[in-house]
Structures are given as structure tokens and as C-alpha cells.
């Protein structure tokens, strides 16, 4: 059974930081293509930041210098720093092997396992 479980989310000062975890069972990461997705409240589903099979990364404009992606076997980690109230929201990470992709291409949708998610607050 091939499972995703997030953690670390929480309620933070706006300013403040967290750190994400995406831990797998049943599977490494390290072959797969993992991004962390966010919706905020009342809006659609939005992509963060995502590391591709070789370690390469990228993030949305929103998240640029603020945020950082990584990986390590079965756990990849989303530090977010200088948190912002628009940051709040649900964040879940999904992964897919991508073995038809580019080993640095990280697609926008098409993901095969998601997370439950975990619930980030930045109060101003």
C-alpha cells in the first residue's frame, strides 16, 4: 500500500516559519516527482513547489525566496519562512514516478498518490 502523510502544520505569526513533512510508506520518494499543492479558503487548488526525480526544483511565484523544497529517500520537506496570512490553507503533497518525464520536469497535474493534507494558519 503506497501512502502519503504530511505533517508539521500549525497555527504561526505572519513572519514566522514551519517546515512540512511528506513522509511515504510503501515507497522511497527518491524515484519519484513530489509537489506540494495549497488551497487556501475560498480558492482553487494551487501548486507550491516541486522537486523532480533528479533533485531538480521550482516554485510559484508567490512562494519564490521564501519557501524550499527538498528530498531525502522517503520524506520531503517544504520549509516555509517569512510566512504571510495568504499563505494559510490546506497543504497536501502528491507524488507520481514520472518515468515517461524528463528526469528534471515536474508536471502541473497528473499526480498517482496524494497526501491527507495539513492545515497551515498565519495569523497577522
Known amino acids: 500500500q503506497l501512502q502519503l502523510v504530511e505533517s508539521g502544520g500549525g497555527l504561526v505569526q505572519a513572519g514566522g516559519s514551519l517546515r512540512l513533512s511528506c513522509a511515504a510508506s510503501g515507497f522511497t520518494l527518491n524515484d519519484f516527482i513530489v509537489r506540494w499543492f495549497r488551497r487556501a479558503p475560498g480558492k482553487e487548488r494551487e501548486g507550491v513547489a516541486c522537486i523532480s526525480r533528479d533533485g531538480t526544483t521550482n516554485y510559484a511565484d508567490s512562494v519564490k525566496g521564501r519557501f524550499v523544497i527538498s528530498k531525502d529517500n522517503a520524506t520531503v520537506l517544504l520549509q516555509m519562512n517569512s510566512l504571510k496570512s495568504e499563505d494559510t490553507g490546506d497543504y497536501y503533497c502528491?507524488?507520481?514516478?514520472?518515468?515517461?518525464?524528463?528526469?528534471?520536469?515536474?508536471?502541473?497535474?497528473?499526480?498517482?498518490?496524494w497526501g491527507q493534507g495539513t492545515q497551515v494558519t498565519v495569523s497577522s
Open positions: 502528491a507524488a507520481t514516478p514520472g518515468e515517461y518525464y524528463s528526469t528534471t520536469y515536474c508536471p502541473e497535474t497528473m499526480y498517482d498518490y
